[in-house]
């Protein structure tokens, strides 16, 4: 049995019993000169020990940062179905830690997505030259109709005729340089 008394202040002294008499309450770990063919019975996969860790890691968080963690842990499992095992363990080993392992499975979550993003526009656009070419082939127009351009005099008469006619008031108004009530005209300046 060991006692010791500690000075805590001047007018104060604390006594500390250990009762033990082996070293039973001091845990025991494990060699440090496991096999590696133990290290593999024991241990989990390096995948299921990230996602473990990942998982704890996650739950410890609130808020914005925990709805990440857990997106990224998802975003593993979902690198884990389309990648080979080696990819997926090259990428926790390369990540060094868990905090580094979730913005590094955004980043690649981001590449596969804009990556299946070009394949469906490459798709769409692969039918679109198709149906171009068949157009071409019967005669239909090939090249886009510019924007910028200024309407020609048909397509101006065909706007006019489609509008409705102004009544009396309204001509009244336009003559006397007056704007109708449902009209505003632009601004001249910018006003705050």
């Known amino acids: 049995m060991m006692i010791r008394s500690v000075p805590l202040a001047p007018s104060m002294t604390t006594t500390i ?8 309450y001091i845990p025991k770990l494990e060699p440090f000169s496991r096999s ?20 704890d890691y996650c739950s410890t ?5 925990s709805y990440s963690c857990w997106r990224a842990y ?15 363990e090259r990428v926790i080993l390369e990540s060094g830690g868990v905090k580094s392992l ?25 039918d ?3 149906s171009e070419i068949t157009e071409a082939a019967g005669g239909g127009r090939t090249c886009p109709v510019p924007d910028g351009l200024p309407k020609s005099r048909a397509e101006m008469e065909e706007e006019e005729k489609g509008k409705m006619p ?27």
């Open 17 to 24: 019993c250990c009762s033990s008499r082996n070293n039973a």
């Open 36 to 55: 590696k063919f133990q290290r593999i019975v024991k241990d989990p996969p390096l995948i299921q020990k990230s996602e473990n860790d990942l998982a």
């Open 61 to 65: 968080l609130e808020g914005d940062p």
């Open 74 to 88: 998802f975003e593993l499992k979902d690198l884990e179905k389309e990648q080979p095992k080696e990819v997926v």
């Open 102 to 126: 979730v913005s590094c499975l955004h980043g690649i979550s981001e590449i596969h997505k804009s990556k299946k993003q070009l394949e469906h526009q490459n798709e769409s656009n692969m």
């Open 128 to 130: 679109n030259t198709n």
């Open 166 to 192: 102004d009544s009396p008031f309204t001509r009244l108004l336009r003559s006397k340089g007056r704007f109708p009530a449902w009209y505003s005209p632009a601004p001249d300046h910018e006003t705050d």
